[in-house]
């Protein structure tokens, strides 16, 4: 009897181990010239606007993002992967400018203010969900820019899942990209 409570025992503390590894979330990963868009296959640096990284259970490397609004898709997207370890994103609140976000000011996204539905498109001009560590930043951000302040967990899958209007700025981008190509 005495060795059946002492088996049971050492088994539950070793399954306590186990889950309390498969719980911790690793860290954030500083951005570097080398990080490539998750969907676009662009270098995340080249673009202006908030970034995100997502880290995947048993993926030492992560997934980046030139946009929040992206990695928000990924979440609520039905195809991709649902082993999600953890999920950061620019603390614009510390980030020298829109131009530079940033690349170790990263926050966790359930401890992140987010604000939907602004003027400010991001880097890839679609509309941002634009991340901020306290809400004090991101109602200051809506007060001048419009938007909806919320949580990650309320942004809506349509607002980053539906099809958008990209900003004039993009098209501009996009006709810029042709000038000097032969047709």
């Known amino acids: 009897m005495k060795r059946s409570v002492i088996v049971l025992l050492a088994l539950g503390l070793l399954t306590a181990c186990q889950e309390e590894v498969q719980i911790a979330k690793p860290d954030p990963t500083a951005l570097t010239p080398e990080s490539a868009g998750f969907y676009c296959q662009m270098t995340v640096l080249e673009h202006t606007g ?6 995947l259970t048993g993926n030492p490397f992560p997934f980046w993002f030139t946009q929040v609004r992206d990695a928000v898709a990924f979440k609520h997207n039905p195809e991709e992967p649902k082993n999600i370890a953890a999920i950061y994103v620019n603390d614009m609140d510390k980030a020298a400018s829109w131009d530079d976000p940033g690349s170790e000011n990263w926050i966790d996204v359930d401890v992140a203010w987010f604000v939907i539905g602004s003027t400010q498109v991001g880097g890839m001009g679609a509309p941002e ?6 809400e004090a930043g991101a109602n200051a951000f809506a007060e001048e820019n419009g938007g909806s302040v919320l ?8 607002y980053v899942l539906a099809p958008v209007e990209l900003s004039s700025a993009s098209q501009l981008n996009a006709d810029n990209d042709t000038v000097g190509v032969k047709q």
């Open 50 to 55: 908030p970034k995100a990284q997502i880290h």
């Open 129 to 134: 969900a634009i991340p901020f560590g306290t």
């Open 151 to 158: 949580r990650f967990a309320d942004i809506p899958a349509d």
